[in-house]
């Protein structure tokens, strides 16, 4: 079984990284390298994919692949995470956007930035933190600012931000928000 977070039939596990570092659009799915992961996915008992969005770019980029069984499951959290989640929510918020610090590309901390600092968002950058540590930090915000640079194939930390009740402020590059079921805000996923 395959579970896929991110674009693996590309060199860069990202077509819009690839293209950034290369200039050129990735062609992976075509040459060896996708191929090879093609094959790899058709020989699967079953694909978990993290969005539809990401199951349908690498399908389309890898003409081949053929998994047997392909599921989309998104984020899984325990009991006791979502129990956590609901209990965060009755927080007193502040004034202040989250914006994710991270060194990861696709995580689009420059780009999260730009787009508080043209919005005149008070806003505090977070990052290299404990999990329990970030959940209060988005609980206890007004919302989150995240702008991936490239298709983030299924960020929970806007999950989590959802469940929460914060505002969210994304772009197209956030691949599950189109999905009916991240609609849902708040009470409506408990």
């Known amino acids: 079984i ?11 596990r990202s077509p819009e990284k690839h293209k950034a570092e290369t200039g050129k659009a990735c062609q992976c799915g075509l040459a060896e390298h996708g191929k090879f992961v093609s094959e790899l996915f058709s020989s699967a008992q079953a694909v978990i994919w993290m969005s539809e969005r990401q199951r ?5 980029a890898c003409q ?3 998994p047997r069984k392909q599921m989309v499951t998104s984020s899984v959290f325990t009991d006791a995470t979502l129990d956590n989640l ?3 929510r009755v927080k007193e918020r502040s004034a ?3 914006v ?12 999260s930035l730009a787009v508080a ?18 959940l ?3 609980a206890s915000s007004s919302g989150i600012v995240y702008h991936p640079p490239g298709g983030d194939t299924c960020p929970r930390l806007i999950i989590e931000a959802a469940i929460l009740g914060i505002q969210i402020d994304i772009n197209d590059n956030v691949l599950h928000v189109h999905e009916p079921w991240s609609a849902l805000r708040g009470d409506e996923l408990i």
């Open 86 to 88: 609901a209990s965060l």
């Open 117 to 134: 600092v043209s919005k005149g968002l008070d806003y505090e950058l977070v990052g290299h933190v404990s999990y329990d540590e970030m």
């Open 64 to 66: 081949n692949m053929r």
């Open 96 to 98: 202040k956007w989250i």
């Open 136 to 138: 209060q930090k988005l």
């Open 100 to 111: 994710l610090r991270s060194d990861s590309w696709i995580k689009g901390t420059k780009q």
């Open 2 to 12: 395959v579970i896929e977070y991110d674009f693996k039939f590309c060199s860069a």
């Open 56 to 60: 349908d770019i690498t399908l389309a």
